[in-house]
């Protein structure tokens, strides 16, 4: 089964930067390409929302209050994703999710938490 893993939440000032990782344990290096991979974000009260996506035929997509700011890559040789997050303020305050999804399947990480707080 593969298992998706974040790390790089945490406590940041408002103005500031933040780097999310994700990686895809378990999955065929071979097969990762395959699958379409974004980061979600959930706040507290508040329904999950897409903060971006990367996708092999869409390329990439970003939700409207992180464009310009936020940019999403991959590492295909390291089964990661990343997310770059910059001019962080404190309407961005959220546990992060990583999703792959693919006709092979729908996964998701467990979350980071991201606080932007003065």
């Known amino acids: 089964q593969v298992q998706l893993v974040e790390s790089g939440g945490g406590l940041v000032q408002p103005g500031g930067s933040l780097r999310l990782s994700c990686v895809a344990r378990?999955?065929?290096?071979?097969?990762?390409?395959?699958?379409?991979k974004s980061w979600y974000r959930q706040a507290p009260g508040k329904e999950r929302e897409l903060v971006a996506s990367l996708s092999a035929t869409a390329g990439t997509n970003y939700g409207d209050p992180v464009k310009g700011r936020f940019t999403i890559s991959r590492d295909n040789s390291k089964k990661m994703v990343y997310l770059q997050m910059n001019s962080l303020n404190p309407e961005d305050t959220a546990v992060y999710y990583c999703?792959?999804?693919?006709?092979?399947?729908?996964?998701w990480g467990q979350g980071t938490q991201v606080t932007v707080s003065s």
């Open positions: 999703n792959f999804r693919s006709g092979s399947g729908d996964f």
């Open positions: 378990r999955m065929i290096t071979s097969e990762f390409w395959r699958y379409d």
